[in-house]
């Protein structure tokens, strides 16, 4: 496994841009966390929480889980789990604007969570393929 020098990763560049993606990431899986709550709590009303609402926010949780193991890992240095970064955020980012594009297929109120989750991600799209940190882990 091939690894960037911590020397490189205490860049004030690569420090910022890594605080900026965990908070992203973090506030993503804080989010999907408070909406799989929401979802345990209203589970009794079949209107609001469908069994495709469940599966959803729960692949939502598990990639958000996902995607911070991801970005400490890369933030450690970690040229794959950079690589596994940009791929994981990218494709999630894609499937959750689908989900709110798509009319009827979920709840309004989970299309707007995901849309608010999807700003995040599109956040740690932007500086995970920013020129700074993909010159960083190219140069190895």
């Known amino acids: 496994m091939t690894t960037i020098p911590a020397q ?36 009794d009303n079949k209107t609001m929480v469908t069994d495709s609402v469940w599966v959803r926010a729960t692949i939502v949780v598990a990639s958000a889980l996902l995607t911070l193991s991801l970005t400490v890992r890369a933030s450690r240095g970690s040229q794959r789990a950079f690589l596994r970064l940009r791929i994981v955020s990218g494709v999630m980012l894609v499937a959750i604007v689908v989900i709110v594009a798509l009319p009827g297929a979920f709840p309004v109120w989970l299309r707007i969570e995901q849309g608010v989750c999807g700003l995040a991600l599109l956040g740690v799209v932007l500086i995970v393929n920013g020129r700074h940190l993909r010159s960083l882990f190219a140069r190895n």
């Not at 908070?23 to 989010?31: A, D, K, P, R, T």
């Open 8 to 43: 490189e990763l205490q860049h004030p560049r690569s420090r910022s841009a890594f605080r900026t993606v965990r908070g992203l990431v973090s506030g993503y899986l804080g989010l999907s966390v408070l909406t799989l709550v929401a979802i345990f709590l209203l589970r």
